[in-house]
């Protein structure tokens, strides 16, 4: 797709505005009655930058162990990258596909006059908010089925290793990247190596998009892999509503995972499952329990001590907050969590409210109307103060949570 088209798309067409009817009766309408991100330059005027609510957020912070571990890599494919994006993602007859994708491209802010895959990275490159913050890049493979088929037409897009590895490579001090291989794939085992060599810090998994059951025993070869090379799997848990696979949601349920858990695999659930409801296999019983108390029944339990984590991106969209303020209320979890923030979507203004985040007493007044102000510049540095700041009767995250570092750096070398 040319960028001619793509700014086609973010103009009004019928279909959108017949979406956004349906958004204004929702909980989704904006605050201020802005959807868009006006995109200002990532640079903040001073008086933003030396305000007390930004510079109180670095308190007690490192900034060289801040890794945020959530930030998906995309693009249209008008470069060399091997993107690839399903074509009914650039299809008004597909509305939902079409306004998420509409969205995402441009809470993303990608800068002109390039191509739109290398104007997504270079706008990421310059919202570094901090000496020595780095991002860690999640590459996205395509679905496959079990005979280890790949399935172009269920694969929502495809971000290829390589090109998280090439980005890692261009900018080593600013971009990680975390591999995402299929397990059902045959030569899932050749890619992974292939990954770890490239310096790939994790594995990421959406199973519910790309059709994986983490508790198949097709798995079992993978696991056995990622535990050998001691490497991470970020796995989506919940309900997935960002990216449209067609798979079933039964594929976030978190109980699932016991199958890597007991095989020794270090597992990062993705905004700590905090959306939809699964049955809970532990029990047999058809009942619905909601997919964030499967997870924490996970973090709960001794023998998954040290290998099952959660990461809070994400979670203080308006569908999730119910979730945050139980997070928050419970010291006893934040040991197995880990700060990340699931870039581009903090810049998608409409499913973050501040005034819902205030009206429910986890952030002030004075917060809202920085934090408006600093969305517009910088997404990432805007998820990061709202995470610091956050509280539910005085409770915050400790600043251990931030210092995600140690957690990514474990990864066994090649010899
Ligand atoms: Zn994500």
């Not at 039964?250 to 858990?261: D, E, Q, T, V, W």
Request: with cysteine; proline share 6%; aromatic share 12%.
């Amino acid at each position: 797709m040319q960028r001619r088209n793509f700014i086609g798309l973010l103009g009004l067409s019928g279909a959108s505005v017949y979406g956004f009817n349906v958004l204004k009766k929702s909980e989704y309408w904006p605050d201020d009655n802005t959807f868009f991100n006006p995109c200002l330059n990532s640079q903040l005027p001073p008086i933003l930058a030396n305000h007390n609510v930004v510079r109180s957020a670095f308190a007690d912070i490192d900034t060289t162990q801040i890794w945020d571990g959530h930030i998906h890599l995309i693009g249209i494919g008008d470069s060399a990258s091997g993107i690839w994006v399903n074509p009914n993602s650039f299809n008004p007859f597909y509305l939902k596909k079409y306004v998420q994708f509409r969205f995402f491209l441009n809470a993303s802010c990608p800068s002109p006059n390039m191509a739109i895959d290398e104007g997504f990275v270079n706008r990421l490159a310059s919202l570094t908010w901090g000496t020595g913050v780095r991002f860690l890049l999640l590459a996205f493979d395509h679905s496959y089925n079990e005979k280890g088929e790949r399935l172009l037409k269920q694969t929502p897009f495809y971000t290829p290793n390589d090109y998280a590895a090439s980005i890692h490579r261009q900018y080593p001090h600013q971009f990680e990247w975390l591999a995402s291989i299929h397990p059902y794939r045959k030569d899932c085992i050749e890619v992974l190596e292939k990954a770890v060599a490239n310096q790939a810090r994790g594995v990421k998994w959406l199973p519910p998009a790309m059709g994986i059951d983490p508790s198949s025993p097709l798995c079992d070869r993978f696991y056995k892999a990622l535990v050998y090379w001691d490497i991470p799997l970020l796995c989506h848990g919940g309900d997935e509503q960002a990216i449209d696979g067609s798979h079933h949601q039964k594929l976030g349920n978190p109980l699932l995972l016991r199958r890597a858990l007991d095989q020794g695999v270090k597992v990062v659930v993705a905004h700590c499952a905090s959306l939809g409801q699964n049955r809970d296999l532990d029990k047999g019983t058809a009942t619905l329990v909601s997919n964030f108390d499967l997870f924490t029944r996970l973090l709960d339990e001794s023998a998954y001590k040290g290998q099952i984590f959660g990461d809070i991106s994400a979670m203080t969209q308006i569908k999730r907050v119910k979730y945050l303020k139980k997070l928050l209320a419970h010291p006893d979890w934040h040991s197995q969590l880990l700060y990340a923030s699931d870039y581009p979507l903090p810049a998608v203004i409409p499913i973050t409210s501040l005034k819902l985040l205030h009206e429910q007493q986890l952030i002030t007044a004075e917060q809202v109307n920085i934090l408006s102000q600093l969305r517009q510049h910088n997404a990432l540095l805007f998820d990061f103060v709202l995470a610091r700041h956050i509280q539910v009767e005085g409770q915050h995250f400790p600043t251990s949570i931030f210092h995600t570092r140690p957690f990514w750096t474990g990864v066994k070398q090649l010899v």
